[in-house]
């Protein structure tokens, strides 16, 4: 085991840092074990840019409905809507597949 630094953003999520000293049982080698500590957690006013990416995607969908609605009620821009429709959905699958690192990243912690 050996020491990092860790930030911890406001969404909740971290991220490992600067490597800080190694534990007792690596010193020797001068290699680092995989097993990480924290040696100073510091927080970060900000949140972590997958929830940022996620956030961004996120508005992107809403402005995308939005835009879609208003078409379909004017009938307008057939063509356009069904190009937005199609990015929507893009959309939504990268915000699950970004669920789902997130979760696979939980477990491993
Ligand atoms: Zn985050």
Known sequence: MCFYDQQIFVC???KWGRFRAHCNKEYRTGETCGMKLIYEA???ASKCQMCKKYEVIWRKIVSAKERVARWETESINPVSTDKEKDNIAAWQRELKDMELMK???MRTI
Request: aromatic share 0%.
């Open 12 to 14: 909740g999520d971290h």
């Open 42 to 44: 510091s927080r970060v």
């Open 103 to 105: 979760q696979t990243k």
